[in-house]
């Protein structure tokens, strides 16, 4: 079975200093992904015929980031009916907060998952959750990756007693 690949789109160039952590992501557990730039404004027709071709493109999710009126993921969710998961990318003359309510602020019917402002990273490991689901190699994993986050805490918690002890 081919492994699904993932579509990172960003609305700007300007969007790959934030970006690049989700295709670091996705890179270290060996998910191919293909990083592009698109707009839902400056190429809509590029955009939505990119969205539509990208199933039988092989491509399992699409992760689209942007900034101010953040409309990317929108665009691409309205020509797909793969997951698209939306980076709302912080700046602007609100902060943000346009491109986190452009982005999650989807009509019924056309939903995109959303993450956090700026979370790229998360965004790739949402993917590749949406992808484990039917890949074993990933979810297993994901599975390796949390339990290293729970050792990393507990190491820390265990430095923390330690200086606590010692007060």
């Known amino acids: 079975m081919e492994e699904k690949k993932v579509a990172v789109i960003m609305g700007s160039d300007s969007d790959w200093a934030t970006v690049k952590s989700a295709a670091a992501e996705l890179k270290s557990m060996q998910i191919p992904c293909e990083v592009r730039i698109m707009s ?17 493109n092989g491509f399992g999710v699409i992760i689209a980031a942007a900034g101010m009126a953040a409309h990317l993921a929108g665009a691409m969710a309205a020509s797909t009916t793969l997951p698209v ?4 990318i912080k700046g602007g003359a609100m902060d943000g907060l346009d491109a986190l309510l452009a ?11 959303t993450v956090a402002l700026n979370g790229a990273k998360n965004a790739a490991v949402l993917a590749a959750q949406m ?24 190491a820390k918690n265990d430095l923390l007693q330690a200086e606590l002890a010692s007060l």
């Open 85 to 88: 998961i939306g980076i709302p």
């Open 131 to 154: 992808l484990s689901i039917e890949n074993p190699r990933i979810a297993a994993l994901l599975a390796e990756k949390r339990a290293e986050m729970a050792q990393q805490i507990a």
């Open 40 to 56: 839902a404004h400056r190429t809509p027709k590029e955009a939505a015929a990119f969205a539509a071709a990208a199933r039988e």
């Open 103 to 113: 982005t999650v602020m989807m009509p019924s019917g056309i939903p995109v998952a």
